[in-house]
């Protein structure tokens, strides 16, 4: 079967896996700063900058949202390569076609459970 899962499969994708998790905590330690509080000083800050900022601080707390999703996605990837369960759809118990792994390694259903 030209989608088989094969051992050298697993472990380019958990290579993938590795990466992009490294790639999404050095990106969240960056933009932890965007996140803080928007401080109440209109002396300092004028009106239109204050909303600006609000603006930038509700845009990256919803990038960090995202990203803290993705890195749990990835870590129950990672712990079903541990457990030898990578690559098996957790909801029917089918193989996940490697195509659909290639295209998101951190996939846990196979493309008919997702739908």
Known sequence: MADELLPAHIEIL???LRARQAEL???????????????LDQQSVGRLS???????????????????????????????????????????GDPIAFRRLEID???ALCIGCAR
């Open 50 to 92: 204050r909303m600006d900022a609000m603006q930038q601080q509700e845009m990256a707390q919803a990038e960090a949202r995202r990203r803290t999703s993705d890195l749990a996605r990835i870590e129950m990837a990672l712990k079903r390569i541990r457990q030898n369960e990578y690559g098996w759809c957790a909801e029917c």
């Open 25 to 39: 905590k050095a990106l969240d330690a960056e933009a932890a700063s965007w996140r803080n509080t928007v401080e």
């Open 14 to 16: 958990h290579e993938r």
């Open 105 to 107: 390694p951190a996939a």
